[in-house]
């Protein structure tokens, strides 16, 4: 499974952004696909993760309520909405796959390249 994370980019906070992921492969939506974050000089955090139909849904306790993920299984496509960002949310976003619901990023078999998300105050 190969990904491509897009959709980063500056905004204020209060503002909003919606990252995608695009993953190749006939197999997508067998995959768990996850979200996480990284700050600089920080590790790599959970952001969300959505079972592979889509049912199932896991989120970071802080970011609950503001942050979405979502999948469109037929586009092969995972999508991150971001409501009411704030500068802590400031962090290099990467989408992943893993083959179990997992929230651990040590779990997760493919990795995009990252997206930066910087929230200005």
């Known amino acids: 499974v190969q990904l491509q994370a897009s959709g980063g980019g500056l905004v204020q906070a209060g503002g909003s952004l919606r990252l995608s992921c695009a993953a190749s492969?006939?197999?997508?939506?067998?995959?768990?696909m996850g979200w996480f974050r990284q700050a600089p000089g920080t590790e790599r955090n959970f952001v969300a993760a959505i079972s592979g139909s889509g049912v199932s849904r896991n989120y970071a306790d802080p970011l609950k309520g503001r942050f979405t993920i979502s999948r469109d299984n037929a586009k092969n496509t995972v999508s991150l909405q971001m409501n009411s960002l704030k500068p802590e949310d400031t962090a290099v976003y990467y989408c992943?796959?893993?083959?179990?619901?997992?929230?651990?990023?040590?779990?997760?078999?493919?990795w995009g390249q990252g997206t930066l998300v910087t929230v200005s105050s």
């Open positions: 492969g006939r197999t997508f939506k067998f995959y768990t």
């Open positions: 992943a796959a893993a083959s179990s619901y997992e929230r651990q990023w040590t779990r997760y078999d493919y």
